[in-house]
């Protein structure tokens, strides 16, 4: 059986701020996402798409929605492709009761193995069998994740091909709400031939030989924080071979860089300079962080503005003080800072907003030191992204 996996399609996502050109694009660009997910699958012969959770963004969609979802469904069944779905916390919003994606199970256009408890507080496991293949979920176990995987370890017949979904990634911090640890996964060995994860954005897979766990990432930016590292991933239960292909999604340019200039004429100057050397790609987003001296009072939204003239759908500019490593957030005005970048992509993960910057915060005197130590080479840039993806990944 040839499968393709992917996870938190966030259908219906719009940017935080307000309705307008971006927000119809980027609203638009989940769906074109999917579609090119769906349109790889009808080309390559691809008997069963399986989806992870977080297949909307939102437990509450509009029509819409609803409506452009639908038509990507019924495209992939049009094409004889079996189309298994998981829950995910988004798609949930905390509550047990009936969802949209039970309403796609009763359209008849997706399959959804699920986990239920009975009276006697026991999971009961509801798979799906396709063509010799047994599909398991665990849909969002978040606290429960370990009991529920040693209940399902108990059902799981050694000698057929299971496949598990769960909404759950890997990290070696237990306070990562709906996330697991390796050793859960270690459970699973020689029990499955793969663990269908999600919930983080950017991919990963466990173990490093031989996995068995794969999260394929995000198929289009949640947040444009997030790293490159976004899949989906195709293997075959017949040869044993497995590839992960790139998504398609919208154009995102991330920059960093030092300015010298220690009076606010003298930035925009520099600025100007910086952004005329530059190749801004039509359409893309732009991201920057921007090492500044402490002299400055950086106007952020004016650097936007130029960036998005240049031919850029969005630029989001961030400012960083050289000396203190600190955000450079002195006009009242909303800047997006590096930890609030960063912390946007711990809540992406699952953290609540005040727990995510705590952490954040926990690691910025490591930062400050750097800086202090004269650095002046931007590592402390990627001191900060190593430490981020060191929590994120659990590595
Ligand atoms: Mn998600």
């Not at 960093?256 to 952004?275: R, V």
Request: proline letters at 4%; charged letters at 25%; aromatic letters at 10%.
């Amino acid at each position: 059986m040839k499968i393709l996996h992917c996870s938190d399609l966030h259908l219906g996502r719009r940017p935080v701020g307000g309705v307008g050109e971006y927000s119809e694009t980027r609203f638009s660009d989940y769906f074109s996402s999917f579609h090119h997910i769906a349109d790889y699958a009808a080309e390559n012969s691809i008997d069963t798409v399986i989806i992870s959770g977080d297949i909307f963004d939102r437990r509450e969609i509009t029509p819409d929605i609803l409506e452009r979802a639908e038509q990507v469904f019924i495209k992939l069944k049009d094409s004889g492709i079996e189309t298994i779905i998981a829950e995910g916390n988004h798609d949930r919003g905390g509550s047990s009761d009936s969802t949209w994606l039970n309403y796609l199970v009763h359209r008849d256009l997706v399959k959804m193995p699920c986990v239920n408890i009975d009276d006697e507080n026991n999971f009961v496991f509801q798979p799906v069998e396709s063509d010799g293949v047994h599909f398991y979920s665990m849909g969002y176990p978040g606290i429960y994740i370990e009991e529920m995987s040693r209940s399902l370890i108990e059902v799981l017949d050694k000698d057929k091909l299971n496949i598990v979904l769960v909404h759950t990634a890997i990290s070696s911090n237990d306070h990562f709400p709906g996330t697991v640890t390796p050793a859960v996964i270690d459970l699973f060995k020689e029990r499955v031939y793969y663990i269908a994860g999600g919930h983080f954005h950017s991919y990963h897979h466990y173990p490093a030989d031989e996995p068995y766990f794969f999260v394929p990432g995000a198929p289009e930016y949640w947040d444009l924080a997030e790293g490159e590292e976004k899949y989906f991933i195709v293997f075959d239960t017949s040869s044993g071979l497995r590839e992960n292909i790139s998504t398609s999604r919208r154009k995102k340019t991330s920059l960093k860089h030092s300015f010298i200039s220690g009076s606010d004429s003298d930035f925009e100057a520099e600025f100007d300079q910086w952004l005329s050397a530059l190749p801004v790609d039509k359409n893309s987003v732009v991201t920057c962080l921007f090492k500044i001296e402490e002299s400055l009072y950086p106007d952020g939204a004016a650097c936007e503005k130029k960036i998005e003239s240049a031919g850029a759908l969005k630029a989001k500019v961030s400012f960083v003080y050289k000396s203190t490593g600190v955000s450079a957030d002195r006009s009242g005005e909303q800047i997006v800072t590096t930890e609030s970048i960063e912390s946007e992509k711990l809540i992406t993960s699952g953290y609540s907003g005040d727990m995510a910057l705590k952490i954040v915060n926990s690691y910025l005197p490591e930062l400050k030191k750097t800086e202090t130590e004269g650095d002046n080479g931007g590592s402390g840039f990627d001191l900060f992204d190593r430490m981020i993806e060191e929590i994120i990944q659990g590595k």
